[in-house]
């Protein structure tokens, strides 16, 4: 069985100073591992993925996140936050050996607030 | 390309009235996926569909069914709308099986069933 936690509803920065949402996940075998952002009214959007390779991933609008396998962890990260950063922001694993039907399975979501 | 497109946008129905929401997506993918969306519960998802006329249960399937008649359409239907199906509605797709990519979302429908 796979999950993933996301232990923070809710996430608060100031602008300029770094941002780190956090992930931990649970698979049989090796994950895949996405981040996606959600801004209000809207659909999910795809940020960034783990697949193999590097463990360090870089993605869309400035953000990066770090795969830990001893950890379990897939923390999302940005240097330096913006006020157009806040939005909720889901974590999802899949596990590769998972039969076929390759549904991923997405966390609770956090609220990221940054503050001008 | 349009991507993942919903229909509608918004609907207001009245407890036991039915209804069908519509997914289209112009990325020719194999796996189509609907879920719920409720505040403090993330992404649950209520079917899926890994190819044209073929359809499974996902997490929460109760009091909704689905069709996939055509590949780029994947259909959501509520036969008698209950105030717990009050919610907002997300369609996604992915390409095909064996790769990590990842799904591509629509834009919502907002359901609210009085």
């Known amino acids: 069985a796979q999950s993933v936690a996301q232990p923070e509803d809710q996430v608060n920065v100031a602008e300029g100073n770094p941002l780190t949402v956090k992930c931990t996940y649970s698979v049989s075998g090796n994950p895949y591992l996405f981040w996606y952002v959600q801004y209000p009214n809207r659909g999910l959007q795809f940020l960034l993925k783990?697949?193999?390779?590097?463990?360090l991933v870089k993605g869309s609008y400035g953000f990066e996140a770090e795969f830990n396998k001893s950890q379990t962890s897939f923390h999302l990260k940005k240097p330096s936050a913006l006020v157009s950063d806040s939005a909720l922001y889901f974590c999802a694993v899949r596990d590769p050996l998972t039969g076929g039907s390759y549904i991923p399975t997405f966390g609770r979501g956090t609220s990221l607030i940054v503050h001008p | 390309n349009a991507g993942v497109t919903q229909t509608p946008k918004f609907r207001v129905l009245k407890t036991g009235q039915s209804m069908t929401l519509l997914c289209a997506q112009d990325?020719?993918?194999?796996?189509m996926y609907w879920y719920r969306q409720d505040p403090g519960m993330g992404l649950r998802l209520i079917h899926y569909?890994?190819?044209?006329?073929?359809?499974a249960k996902g997490e929460v399937p109760d009091g909704y069914n689905v069709s996939r008649l055509k590949k780029q359409n994947f259909l959501l239907g509520l036969e008698s709308a209950a105030p717990s199906q009050t919610s907002v509605y997300f369609c996604?797709?992915?390409?095909?099986?064996?790769?990590?990519?990842?799904?591509?979302f629509g834009p919502g429908t907002r359901l609210t069933v009085t």
């Open positions: 569909s890994v190819g044209e006329g073929t359809t």
């Open positions: 996604a797709s992915r390409s095909s099986p064996g790769t990590g990519d990842e799904q591509y």
């Open positions: 990325m020719n993918h194999e796996y």
């Open positions: 783990y697949i193999t390779g590097d463990n």
